[in-house]
């Protein structure tokens, strides 16, 4: 596992921190626009935008996250197909889906470090400006778009990892229809809309494992 990681980490290391820089980059700006709306109206009409409006500041922090998590699948999967690294690596004497496994656990580690990366920013600029019973909410907000960051991660590393050019474009048109149950931002969360945004996430890893089963050893891909 460790050796995994190190592999990983020295690939993805100037990925890594160009997403970092580019979300710490929207963070900055976001809270500039915010301190700039405060300068130019009374607090309470901004905060009437927000809550009763469900107009978030925020909420073009998401952009940048789920473009990070798209791009870091597709640069972590792609070079193992493309260099039949993970090709040769599931002829070596060990488990293929255990391999597999801990390379999706860097991944998630990522985007998951990323998305706490944004929501500690968010909730930091937010509580320079409004009171604790908004930006109190921002994590539980903000947890549908790293549900929905998870899902283009393993999308992105599901379409990279997959050998042959109509099996991604089969598995890039399955997993679009995946992306509707991420189209409504929701302000006030219940349990049942969380499950709905979970559960295409975790289904969505899941489907990591169907490419890579083509480059086993007998494999028919």
Known sequence: MK??????????????????????AV???SYFRVRVGFIMQ???????????????FFDRISVPLAASAFILGFLQFYPESSGRRFRISCHLPQ?????????????????CFLWLFDTAGVMLSASFFFPYDLWGRIPSVMIYSLFFS????S????VALEPSWGGRA????????????FGVSVYRPSCWGAFIAFAPALLSLASVFYPASGYRAGGGR
């Open 155 to 158: 999308a992105a590393a599901s």
């Open 95 to 111: 488990n293929e889906d255990l391999t597999l496994l801990y390379m999706l656990l860097f991944g998630l580690s990522s985007v």
């Open 27 to 29: 963070l900055l700006y």
């Open 170 to 181: 089969g598995l890039a048109l399955l997993l679009c229809g995946g992306a509707a149950f």
């Open 3 to 24: 050796s995994i990681f190190y592999k990983e980490g020295i690939k993805l290391r100037r990925a890594l921190a160009a997403a970092f820089a580019v979300n710490a």
């Open 150 to 153: 998870v899902f283009l991660y």
């Open 42 to 56: 009374e607090p309470a009409l901004l905060w009437l935008d927000i809550i009763e409006r469900n107009a978030f």
